[in-house]
T-cell receptor
């Protein structure tokens, strides 16, 4: 049983194209995230959604647009891809910590390696 | 701004030996969470251990333990009886306690285990 799944796992595309990465979680979590891991392995959060509502939006180019059709899905659409977008993109989910102060573990998907040529 | 620093880009340990990975962080908050994540070559992010800042007792998970020094803002990971399967990139992370639990990661430490 895959907890957090991402499709595709690998994506190779050319500059200027538009692409999407899909994420689904079957854990019943309310909160989902997108992280970017660059070529130096540095991980940084991009977005976070809670119950389909955008709650974290880091300094990310407007070409990146997350979409959450329901709380089990958080997709990432990228317009006009650039060479610098090449990275591994991780989706994650966790229970809703807004209901309390306890910190819930974030479960990560397997990552999508995006290569822009 | 909260930052997490891992000063050791790479570490090596002999199988069955003990190794300690360092992490320091900067925050003005009094209540927060700290984590160590492991990323093997498969690139899956795996939670190794978690520490709540308000708890003085150091967290332990089997062969993994932490040395949490709140005043020094230090959070090191000790791996005892190292195994070949421990070879991976290890990330220290701090959770920002605001609307939405955002993780801030350090740059990572590559751990190599020699047989």
């Amino acid at each position: 049983d895959t907890a957090v799944s991402q499709t595709p796992k690998y994506l190779v595309t050319q500059m200027g194209n538009d692409k999407s990465i899909k994420c689904e979680q079957n854990l019943g979590h309310d909160t989902m995230y997108w992280y970017k891991q660059d070529s130096k392995k540095f991980l940084k959060i991009m977005f976070s959604y809670n119950n389909k509502e955008l709650i974290i939006n880091e300094t990310v180019p407007n070409r990146f647009s997350p979409k959450s059709p329901d709380k089990a899905h958080l997709n990432l659409h990228i317009n006009s891809l650039e060479l610098g977008d090449s990275a591994v993109y991780f989706c994650a989910s966790s229970q809703n910590r807004l209901a309390g102060v306890f910190s819930y573990e974030q479960y990560f998907g397997p990552g999508t390696r995006l290569t822009v040529t | 701004a909260q930052t997490v620093t891992q000063s050791q880009p790479e570490m090596s340990v002999q199988e069955a030996e003990t190794v300690t990975l360092s992490c320091t962080y900067d925050t003005s908050e009094s209540d927060y969470y700290l984590f160590w994540y492991k990323q093997p070559p498969s690139r899956q992010m795996i939670l190794v251990i978690r520490q709540e800042a308000y708890k003085q007792q150091n967290a332990t998970e089997n062969r993994f333990s932490v040395n949490f020094q709140k005043a020094a803002k230090s959070f090191s990971l000790k791996i005892s009886d190292s195994q070949l399967g421990d070879a991976a990139m290890y990330f220290c992370a701090y959770e920002i306690m605001e609307y939405g639990n955002k993780l801030v990661f350090g740059a990572g430490t590559i751990l190599r285990v020699k047989s």
